[in-house]
């Protein structure tokens, strides 16, 4: 179009047949589609949605305590590539400093195979951008892409710069008002612009997650209860 958008048109056309050297004519009727097809996509957007919530709610509530790790793992193996990112990464805190800790990671196939790359974007602290989520009071922050300098000097765009990392997307995951950890998507090729529907879709895949760490600490707490039962029990004896 004129405005450079792009529409969906749908053609229906027929042959004619007229007197004169021509012997045909065809005739048609053209009609814009695209609110039509917008409606579609947006459908199969949410079709597809609620097929990732339920195929990570699965994998969180069929794992026993022994494999959370690895339903973990599982879930951001289906989150990356959902949205089309090169990487998908779980921070928690840790117990002793309240550092954040990278504990579980996706990558992609091209960008996980250069392990210079790898290692020079996990080596990026988080706790910056964990202070910009907590002075923003927002339970997202995101660089859409590190090629558009930011109009005045950002200390989190500089740190993407410097690791070639070309986008970020970083949620909080909290419980009873506790930042415990954050869920990260990267793009290291392509910028990545996220709508409020996917920002919306990753809250609530948050949400679970939380529901899952917070399960997994209680179930650790209540191991280490056990073992310090059994062994002042020992000792009495």
Known sequence: WADESVHWIELEASTQRVDGPQGACYQ???????????????????????????EVSGLFGNSLREDLDRALDAALGRIGPFFET?????????????????????????IGADQER????????????????????????????????P???????TGLARRFIRSRLILALTSEGKTIGTLGLDTFIKPRAWTDAEIDLLR??????????????VERERQ???T?????SATMS
């Open 28 to 54: 048609g009727l053209i009609r814009d589609v695209t609110e039509r097809e917008q409606a579609q996509i947006a459908l199969r957007q949410q079709l597809r949605a609620r097929e990732l919530v339920a």
């Open 86 to 110: 090169d990487r998908c990464y779980l921070h928690q805190r840790r117990a002793e400093d309240a550092r954040l800790e990278q504990t579980h990671a996706w990558w992609s196939e091209t």
């Open 118 to 149: 790898r290692a020079r974007a996990e080596a990026e602290p988080l706790e910056p951008w964990l202070e910009r989520l907590t002075a923003s009071g927002q339970t997202s922050v995101c660089i859409s892409d590190v090629m558009r300098p």
């Open 151 to 157: 109009a005045t000097d950002d200390p989190l765009h």
């Open 204 to 217: 609530l895949l948050c949400e679970t997650m939380t529901s899952l760490l917070v399960r997994q600490h």
């Open 224 to 226: 280490t209860s056990e």
């Open 228 to 232: 310090r039962y059994r062994h002042l």
